[in-house]
């Protein structure tokens, strides 16, 4: 599956959400939520014809595992769903929503780890947090060969840049400034 829009607008409140429905992108990451905010949350995406992908192990007041995410796909019906949890990106896959796997590049431990995780879970997509870091987006790209959504402490045009040129499909931020500039380039 291919990522047509290059960025991918993270919200964590209603006000940055509220501004994402405002906008012409189509699909819109939230990332730190209570449960009682997710159906009014989905309700207001499907009325202005967004799709969600929803952070599971920053949605408050619900555990992060395999029943939360079959929960979740019944009742809300995402178009995906973030964890770093491995029952969460198979439980997504099997319900037929976007599976995305987060990734800390934190030292070679980590990513070593990580890769095995993901033979395990073959989630849609990666995210390669920080984003900031392109010759790892190409280092995992190569190894993995899943797409890569870059995320975290990409602050400018050049950082976005230099992580799709590095392999990744899409960025998430949830720098408005960054969603403004490429709405408007239509990048």
Known sequence: MTMEQKILPASSNM???????????EIGVFLDMHIAQLKNINVMAKQHDKKM???????????????ATEYICQEFKPFGLISTKASVIQKAKQKGVIAVQRMFLIDTHAIEKSYKLIEKTQPDYLEVLPGAMPKMITEVKERVNIPIFAGGLIRTSEDVHAALDAGASAITTSNRELWDLFEKNNI
Do not use: A, Q
């Open 15 to 25: 006000k940055e959400f509220e501004r994402f429905l405002k906008s012409s992108y």
């Open 53 to 67: 992908i929803y952070h599971v192990d920053l949605i408050h007041g619900i555990k992060n595992d395999e029943f």
